[in-house]
């Protein structure tokens, strides 16, 4: 069974940056696409990022150009690096990790789930 935890989160100021980390063990890491999902008080859990098993890539519009979603399979972690953060990104991020790219990228978050990671974007 895979076990996720995320890191990083925190308190930041609008345009400030955070690398949200999310460990994964109990399982092959290079075989699962990883999603990096986040839900805001109020809202549904959405998807953010995505990245395949071979390095393929999905954003949602809203953070294109500003987040970039990584994977070190040597260390079984997927990060997310937040550049130029809002307060509508304001939420807390969770770590996915399913073994189909099509349902990952789908945002369909059907797979293995951490536990969140407050992110505090302030004005």
């Known amino acids: 069974q895979v076990q996720l935890v995320e890191s990083g989160g925190g308190l930041v100021q609008a345009g400030g940056s955070l690398r949200l980390s999310c460990a994964v063990s109990?399982?092959?890491?290079?075989?699962?696409?990883m999603g990096w999902y986040r839900q805001a008080p109020g809202k549904q859990r959405e998807l953010v990022a995505a990245?395949?098993?071979?390095?393929?890539?999905k954003y949602v519009d809203s953070v294109k150009g500003r987040f970039t979603i990584s994977r070190d399979n040597a260390k079984n972690t997927v990060y997310l690096q937040m550049n130029s953060l809002k307060p509508e990104d304001t939420a807390v991020y969770y770590c996915?990790?399913?073994?189909?790219?099509?349902?990952?990228?789908?945002?369909?978050?059907?797979?293995?789930w951490g536990q969140g990671t407050q992110v505090t974007v302030s004005s």
């Open positions: 996915n990790a399913d073994s189909s790219w099509l349902r990952q990228a789908a945002g369909a978050g059907f797979g293995s």
């Open positions: 109990g399982s092959t890491f290079s075989i699962y696409a």
């Open positions: 990245i395949s098993s071979i390095g393929l890539t």
